[in-house]
C-alpha cells in the first residue's frame, strides 16, 4: 500500500515556482522521502530525496516538516519541460534491499 | 553516468507467445535489479527483485512461473513474460541499484521502459 497522498493534479505558470506537497503520515524514523517524475511514456526520472533535512540540488528543492509527516518539492522556476507526473515515495527497508513504496504522483502541467 | 538501458523499447506479440525485455546497466555494476509494472494512468508496480546470482524475490500476487527473471551478470537482468495474453499488454520498466558504498549507495537508476502489446 502506499504510504503517500499527493493532489492527482495541479497547473502552474511558466517561469513561476511549483510547490507539490505530499503527506506521508505514517513514515518511520528510518525511511527516506524520494521524489521521482515521469515523463508521458518515459522512465522515471530521479529528482531529490531526504531524510529529516531539507535539501536542494540542481533540479529541485525538497523541504520535509520536522515532524516528517509532510514534505514539499519545489520546481523554483518551472518550464514547460517540467510537464509531467511527480512521485512522492517513501523508500523502505525489505530484509538486505530497500523498495520504493510509490503512490498515485501529482500530474503537473506548466502553462505559457 | 548510471545509465540504464532497456530492449526492445516496443514490442507487439500473439498471443501464446513469449517475450523477452533486457535490462542493462551501461556504465555501472548493479548488484539489484528491480522490475515494474505500469498499466495506462497508474503508478508504477514493484513485481519483483533480483539480486546477481540468485532467485529473484516476486512481490504477491506476481506469478514467478509467468515472469522469469534472471539476474545473470552485474549488469545484465532479464524479464520473460511466458504464454503472454492481452492482459500483460503494459509498459515495462526496470531500475538498478549501484552496489557502492555511502549516501547515494541505494539510489534506484531507471530505465526508459518498453511498451509490450499482446494481440
Known amino acids: 500500500d502506499a504510504k503517500t497522498t499527493q493532489p492527482p493534479s495541479m497547473d502552474c505558470a511558466e517561469g513561476r515556482a511549483a510547490n507539490l506537497p505530499c503527506n506521508h503520515s505514517?513514515?518511520?524514523?528510518?525511511?527516506?522521502v524520494y521524489w521521482y517524475r515521469q515523463i508521458h511514456s518515459q522512465g522515471p526520472q530521479y529528482i531529490i530525496h531526504g531524510l529529516k533535512n531539507n535539501e536542494t540540488n540542481e533540479m529541485a528543492s525538497l523541504i520535509i516538516t520536522e515532524d516528517r509527516k509532510s514534505s514539499t518539492l519545489i520546481l523554483p522556476h518551472a518550464t514547460l519541460r517540467d510537464t509531467a507526473v511527480y512521485y512522492c515515495?517513501?523508500?523502505?527497508?525489505?530484509?538486505?534491499?530497500?523498495?520504493?513504496?510509490w503512490g498515485a504522483g501529482t500530474k503537473l502541467i506548466i502553462k505559457p | 553516468g548510471a545509465v540504464v538501458s532497456q530492449h526492445p523499447s516496443w514490442v507487439i506479440c500473439k498471443s501464446g507467445t513469449s517475450v523477452k525485455i533486457e535490462c542493462r546497466s551501461l556504465d555501472f555494476q548493479a548488484t539489484t535489479m528491480f522490475w515494474y509494472r505500469q498499466f495506462p494512468k497508474q503508478s508504477l508496480m514493484l513485481m519483483a527483485t533480483s539480486n546477481e546470482g540468485s532467485k529473484a524475490t516476486y512481490e504477491q500476487g506476481v506469478e514467478k512461473d509467468k515472469f522469469l527473471i534472471n539476474h545473470a551478470s552485474l549488469t545484465l537482468s532479464t524479464l520473460t513474460v511466458t504464454s503472454a495474453h492481452p492482459e500483460d499488454s503494459s509498459f515495462y520498466i526496470c531500475?538498478?541499484?549501484?552496489?557502492?558504498?555511502?549516501?547515494?549507495?541505494?539510489?534506484?537508476?531507471f530505465g526508459p521502459g518498453t511498451r509490450l502489446t499482446v494481440l
Open positions: 505514517t513514515i518511520s524514523g528510518n525511511e527516506y
Open positions: 531500475s538498478a541499484r549501484r552496489g557502492l558504498a555511502g549516501l547515494r549507495r541505494n539510489e534506484q537508476f
Open positions: 515515495i517513501v523508500r523502505v527497508a525489505f530484509g538486505s534491499n530497500y523498495q520504493l513504496i
